[in-house]
């Protein structure tokens, strides 16, 4: 098993910039890749971005390329999502993810975190 917790969720006007961290524990070797989703109300939960554990390789969702980086730190079992430029469209409640595979959608998802809110304003 594998356990996630997100932190670093809040309020920001549109245009600045947070950062989500995502701490890891358990059987965090076993894993292939970590992830970011976000569910805004009312809508499905969709992907946001992913890493792969070894090489580091990304993917991003066309809607937050160019504005959020996703990184991570296997010394200290932790995942980033830096969100700069944010939109009003970008509130949403987001969650950390972590998966046996390569992680592009949902379904590929082994373990979610509790979720963090991140709310944007004009």
Known sequence: QVQ?????????????SLRLSCALSGRTASTTSTGWFRQAPG?????????????????YADSVKGRFTISRDNDKNTSYLQMNSL?????????????????RSRTDVNFWGQGTQVTVSS
Not at 4 to 16: I, K, P, R
């Open 43 to 59: 809508k499905e939960r969709e992907f946001v971005a992913g890493i792969s554990r070894n090489i580091g390789r990304t993917y």
């Open 4 to 16: 996630l917790l997100e932190s670093g969720g809040g309020s920001v006007q549109t245009g600045g």
């Open 87 to 103: 939109k009003l469209e970008d509130t949403a409640v987001y969650y950390c993810a972590a998966s046996y595979f390569w992680i």
